[in-house]
């Protein structure tokens, strides 16, 4: 008599799983360890000199929202970030998109942009944090002072570009919770965040 007790309950069980499961689920937000990879604030100009005193100025564009995307579970609705730096310059610019514990870091220049990226799996330790590059060289880099302030956390980025276009970054400087602080153009300036 238990066991029929028991296989009811089970069954019961087994339906409402099979309810609350089925129901839509909530949108996956960023993770907080995300959010620190990210700058933000929409429509921010950055300000660049370079090593020969030449001035430019990125513009730092944001874009929220949410989509779709399917799964072993379902559909499942994601938040995202798209932010985009430009400069004066067509070609000169990264892309970042991010959703949930993920960043993807690409160069505008590159005609392959699609192809070439790095990917950031974010974390709560530096040791939760992994970098997947495709056709880009990509490092974790602890310490870097520029102009006087000192940033804990960066990602390095080295595009494979020809120099071609002198207005192509090369190589790029991303820190945490502050966002690009350095780059390279194929012409061989380095450009610091003043």
Request: aromatic share 12%.
């Amino acid at each position: 008599m238990k066991t029929g007790i028991n296989l009811t309950k089970l069954l019961y069980f087994l339906v409402l799983l099979f309810c609350f499961s089925s129901c839509e689920k909530d949108t996956i937000r960023l993770t907080k360890y995300t959010e620190e990879w990210l700058q933000t604030k929409t429509d921010t100009k950055l300000n660049f000199t370079s090593h020969t005193g030449e001035k430019e100025e990125l513009t730092v564009t944001v874009k929220t929202g949410t989509h779709i995307r399917s799964n072993l579970s379902g559909d499942r609705k994601y938040e995202y970030y798209l932010l985009t730096y430009t400069g004066k310059q067509s070609d000169l610019g990264l892309i970042l998109a991010a959703e949930d514990k993920y960043v993807d870091i690409m160069n505008i220049g590159q005609t392959e942009f699609n192809t070439n990226f790095v990917s950031i799996t974010t974390g709560k330790t530096a040791a939760e944090e992994v970098l997947l590059t495709y056709d880009v060289e990509a490092e974790f880099i602890n310490n870097l002072e520029l102009n006087g302030v000192t940033y804990n956390k960066l990602l390095r980025l080295k595009f494979n570009l020809p120099p071609s276009r002198p207005d192509k970054i090369k190589e790029v400087y991303y820190a945490k919770n502050h966002g690009l602080v350095y780059f390279q153009t194929t012409d061989g300036q380095y450009w610091s965040l003043d």
